[in-house]
């Protein structure tokens, strides 16, 4: 049920607000999984993770990783996979001191893009610089219980027409949000092909500081939606029907009360 998913969401927003210290946003830019082999995982180029309570946020990124190890950023692109390992390995070290964390981070549920999509690269990598794991810790597993999705408690609060497509843009331009140094997917494609680092990671904090904001708003009732009643309450013939399936026994005055309630949420809802 739609409104039913709608509390839902409202609660877990409530214990987000509550708990707010526990709280990380986390995103990071890749290499374009569109233009390149599936065969192959894609590179991860930056991440970011923001704390909703300080704003205080880490970064891990390959130009800076590279300046690390003394590797020129001409040569970055000769060194690819020396340096994204390095890069992976110091926020598998971050995660490990952040057991007790919960996750927000927009869409990244599958090995495709997202915890596990990380989590894979930092394997391949590992077995090809430190197979015996010697100098690399293992990369923790983030409990699924402990990831929330705000593109999908967005969709469960406000209904699935909320916003239009690409949705991250079209709410930061209705709620009047900084997207400096924001780039779309294609143009973060084009950056690493570019071998502009410092741009792919300034999108990547730049989408973490707006999911930050959004989520403030979300949680104050004030993020401005294109969300209309019939997105977010069911019909009332639905309404009635929960109400049979959880109260038997209010059957019985259904024949008397139907035509009050059609007309009461026809009208109202």
Not at 94 to 107: M, P
Not at 138 to 149: P, S, V
């Amino acid at each position: 049920m739609k409104y039913e998913q709608h509390l839902e969401s409202c609660e877990t927003l409530n214990n987000i607000w509550k708990n707010k210290s526990k709280y990380l946003i986390i995103h990071y830019a890749c290499e374009s999984f569109y233009e390149k082999s599936m065969a192959k995982t894609p590179r991860i180029t930056a991440i970011a993770i923001r704390s909703f309570e300080s704003g205080q946020t880490h970064s891990f990124s390959m130009h800076q990783t590279a300046e690390l190890l003394n590797i020129d950023t001409s040569d970055i692109t000769t060194k690819y996979d020396e340096i994204e390992f390095e890069m992976l390995k110091m926020f598998s070290i971050f995660l490990q001191s952040s057991k007790e964390k919960y996750w927000i981070h927009w869409n990244m549920r599958d090995g495709n893009y997202g915890f596990q999509a990380i989590l894979h690269r930092y394997k391949i990598l590992r077995n090809k610089f430190d197979p015996n794991g010697q100098s690399s810790p293992e990369m923790l597993e983030i409990n699924d219980d402990n990831k929330y999705d705000l593109s999908l408690l967005l969709i469960r609060k406000y209904g699935s027409g909320y916003i239009g497509n690409p949705r991250m843009v079209m709410l930061a331009k209705e709620n009047k949000m900084s997207m400096k140094d924001l780039l779309t997917g294609s143009e973060e494609a084009s950056a690493f092909e570019n071998g502009e680092f410092h741009k792919l990671l300034l999108s990547t904090l730049s989408k973490v500081t707006l999911f930050s904001n959004i989520l403030q708003k979300t949680i104050d009732n004030d993020l401005k939606t294109q969300s209309r009643k019939s997105d977010i309450y069911d019909s009332w013939k639905i309404r009635v029907i929960n109400y049979i399936t959880k109260n038997p026994y209010g059957v019985i005055g259904i024949p008397i009360t139907t035509t009050i309630l059609g007309y009461i949420l026809g009208k109202y809802f």
